[in-house]
């Protein structure tokens, strides 16, 4: 109850917008996949998993593919692994997840160029989460545009999994998922997003619901 208030409360919060139109999102999100195609991953990577997720591709639900994905692996069927990689990379190419999927088939296959290229997409797409703060506290939060980059960052780059705990919060007008983790040395810390991002997003949805 006091986690449904409290969300209520950040809604009605007024923050900074982050908001792209479709016709915006759409049109960074096509110049930057090019970009990536011809190998050029020298852009603003933060800019492209906004428009990404504003609009500049359709609603893609990856988890399913994800899974059918570890029982390909499992089965040791690489090729078809690399399809479900590929299908997630095809849907969006600002989700990590399907180039780390492919990077893991790449390494099993020996394809080292397209193992490292992969590598190289995914390292881009941390770096833009890590530009924007150390997650050690509100002031330094690491900036996300959805839950999953929260998550695909915990998982990767810290290898901690689940958090032991959740707290949504507001700091000067901005909303923050504060986290409690252990690390792998089995030491508790606190690790903060700024989900600034993903509220608008779910106060856009909820006004255009009212207006139904």
Known sequence: ???????ALLLCTSVESFALTQTEAKAIYEADTKKVLAGDL???WKEYRL??????VAYFDWHPV????????NKGDLQEALKSANEIIDH????????LLALIVFQKLGRAED?????????????????????????????????DEEYFYLNLV?????PKSQSLVVVDGHSYDQLKVV????????????VDISMDAMRDAMGESKKK
């Open 92 to 99: 969006d190419m600002a989700e990590p997840e399907g180039h």
């Open 66 to 73: 994800r899974a059918r994905f570890s029982q390909q692996m």
């Open 42 to 44: 020298h852009f603003d």
């Open 183 to 194: 690390d792998q040395d089995g030491k508790s810390q606190d690790v903060w997003f700024n």
């Open 158 to 162: 810290m290898g901690v999994g689940l």
């Open 51 to 56: 428009a990404a997720n504003q609009g500049g």
């Open 1 to 7: 109850m006091k986690r449904f208030l409290l969300l």
């Open 115 to 147: 193992a490292h290229f992969q590598y190289q997409v995914v390292h881009a797409y941390v770096d833009s989460i890590e530009a924007s703060g150390d997650g050690k506290s509100s002031k330094t939060a690491f900036v996300v545009v959805s839950v």
